[in-house]
C-alpha cells in the first residue's frame, strides 16, 4: 500500500494538511491570479482535490467543478464544505494514474504538492498524459509543487508548527540522490502522540517542464507564485503551466 492510500494519515492530520488559512489563501488566489482565469460554464477538474479547498472559489465564478481524489475521508470532507457553501461539485473517488475524461476540461489543476506521489516515474507522466487527454484543445494544466531549487533553500531544517492545541514537528529527509524527498511528522498533543512519514519526487522547472512536454503539452510556462512571477531565486513555489494544442 503506498502512503497516499493511508486513510488514517488523512483523517489524523486533516487539520495540519488544510488550516482554516488554506482555504482563506485558496479563495484570494483563485479571485486574483490569471492562472485561475474561467469563464462561466467552463468545466475545471481538481485532481487530489482534497476538502474542496479550490473547486468551492473556482465554482464562485461560475466553473462547473469536479473533484478527483482517492481519499474517501477527503472526498467526505469534500461534500461538507460544497453542501454548506450550497455550490454543486462532482466527486470521484479514483486514482489519478488512471482517470482520463477525453476531451472534457477546460482547465485541470493538481495544488499543494499533490504531484510526484509516485516511486515510478512512470506513473507521475501517466498523470500529465490522463490529464492531457481529458483537456479539450486549448486546455491548461496548473501543477503547483515545491520546486527543487526552492526546497533546497531550507531543507534540513527541523520545523515546529502549532495546530490544534498542539505541535508539529516535521523534518525532511532528501533521497535517492536528490530526485525523492520524506517528510516526517510528529504531532504531540498533551499525551497523544501521532506520527506519519510522507513521500514524494523532487522535481527542478526544467525537470518538470521536460515532463509536461514528454506528456504533449506546449506553451509549457513555469511560475515563482500564483502572481505570474518568474521562477527565479525569489521564487515561493514552482508552478507549471501547460496547454494541450
Avoid at 488523512?10 to 485561475?36: H, I
Wanted: hydrophobic letters at 45%; glycine letters at 8%; aromatic letters at 10%.
Amino acid at each position: 500500500m503506498g502512503w497516499y492510500e493511508d486513510e488514517d494519515l488523512w483523517t489524523g492530520f486533516a487539520e495540519v494538511m488544510f488550516p482554516p488559512r488554506r482555504a482563506a489563501e485558496a479563495e484570494r488566489v483563485v479571485a486574483t491570479s490569471p492562472l485561475f482565469e474561467v469563464a462561466p460554464g467552463d468545466r475545471v477538474l481538481d485532481l487530489a482535490c482534497g476538502p474542496a479547498t479550490h473547486l468551492v472559489p473556482l465554482a464562485r465564478r461560475g466553473a462547473a467543478v469536479t473533484g478527483v481524489d482517492l481519499s474517501e475521508a477527503m472526498l467526505a470532507r469534500a461534500r461538507e464544505v460544497c453542501e454548506r457553501a450550497e455550490l454543486d461539485a462532482r466527486l470521484v473517488r479514483a486514482d489519478m494514474r488512471a482517470h482520463v475524461e477525453p476531451d472534457t476540461y477546460h482547465l485541470v489543476i493538481n495544488m499543494y504538492t499533490s504531484f510526484g506521489y509516485f516511486t515510478d516515474p512512470g506513473e507521475n507522466l501517466a498523470v500529465l498524459r490522463n490529464a492531457h487527454a481529458s483537456l479539450v484543445p486549448g486546455g491548461r494544466l496548473l501543477v503547483d509543487v515545491l520546486g527543487k531549487e526552492v526546497f533546497a533553500g531550507w531543507v534540513g531544517r527541523p520545523q515546529a508548527v502549532d495546530v490544534a492545541g498542539g505541535t508539529v514537528f516535521m523534518r525532511d529527509t532528501v533521497l535517492d540522490d536528490w530526485t525523492r524527498v520524506r517528510s516526517d511528522w510528529t504531532w504531540v498533543r498533551g499525551d497523544d502522540v501521532r506520527r506519519t512519514s510522507l513521500h514524494s519526487t523532487l522535481y527542478s522547472a526544467a525537470e518538470l517542464r521536460a515532463l509536461f512536454e514528454a506528456a504533449g503539452f506546449t506553451g509549457v510556462e513555469c511560475f515563482g507564485d500564483f502572481d505570474c512571477s518568474p521562477y527565479d531565486n525569489h521564487a515561493r513555489r514552482l508552478i507549471v503551466r501547460g496547454t494541450r494544442a
